[in-house]
């Protein structure tokens, strides 16, 4: 499975290097040199990293980091800052903003590799959440009195889409049932509905599994993005 990684510099010399070690690893690097483009690219597209520098002119190291927490397919990935300050202060504000890495200028090739190396099973980890698999499967909704079954569209680790919303709306707290191909055993969920599909679907993100269920997840996942 090829990462995704999106990578901010202004200095261009900088990004080819970084380029050059990270897609030398198998990884599929995104390079840019605007902050206030990669802005908008986490808010339009899903990376599993985002490394980028902290003096850059428009947007800096901590507004880029800020939005990619605040995006909805990104705010869970790690971020790696590279930066020639390296004092504590510095670190510590990367590290509030949600730095997940933090490493000084100039790169060091040998670090820059084994940190990338270390990072990978996070970054499977998060993609399993987001990755979505076709379902066709019958779901019962709960909220309050209402009682109703639907067809699922598809699934994720984090959540799973409906084709009808089941009389629910943006907000709503429910809870579903249903059965996964392969797991003995039916699924007992708490939701939240986080947006609404066209024409009549709700996407449904599920709230703290219990363990069973979650292991449940990760295996019917698992089983579709291994390597």
């Known amino acids: 499975m090829q990462l995704r990684v999106l990578a901010v510099d202004d200095d261009p010399d900088v990004l080819e290097v970084f380029k050059t070690v990270v897609a030398g690893l198998g990884w599929e690097v995104v390079a840019l040199t605007d902050s206030r483009a990669a802005a908008q690219r986490v808010m339009q597209e899903k990376f599993d990293l985002v490394a980028l520098d902290l003096r850059m002119p428009n947007l800096n190291g901590f507004e880029l980091a800020e939005r990619v927490r605040a995006s909805n397919s990104n705010r869970g990935i790690p971020i790696l800052m590279f930066t020639g300050f390296d004092d504590i202060e510095t670190m510590r504000k990367a590290f509030a903003v949600g730095v997940t890495f933090y490493l000084p200028k100039p790169l060091n090739v040998q670090k820059l590799r084994g940190l990338f190396k270390a990072a990978r099973g996070l970054m499977l980890q998060e993609r399993r959440r987001y990755i979505r698999l076709p379902l066709r499967q019958s779901v019962t909704c709960h909220s309050g009195a209402k009682r109703s079954t ?16 089941c009389g629910l709306v943006e907000g709503d707290i429910a809870e579903v049932e249903f059965a996964l191909p392969g797991v003995s055993g039916a699924l007992k969920l708490m939701v939240r509905v986080v947006r609404t599909a066209s024409p009549e679907g709700v996407a449904l993100e599920f709230i703290d599994p219990e363990p069973s269920d979650r292991a449940a997840l990760l295996k019917y996942v698992t089983l579709f993005t291994k390597e």
């Open 150 to 165: 639907v067809r699922s569209v598809d699934l994720a680790q984090g959540g799973i889409l409906l084709e009808s919303s």
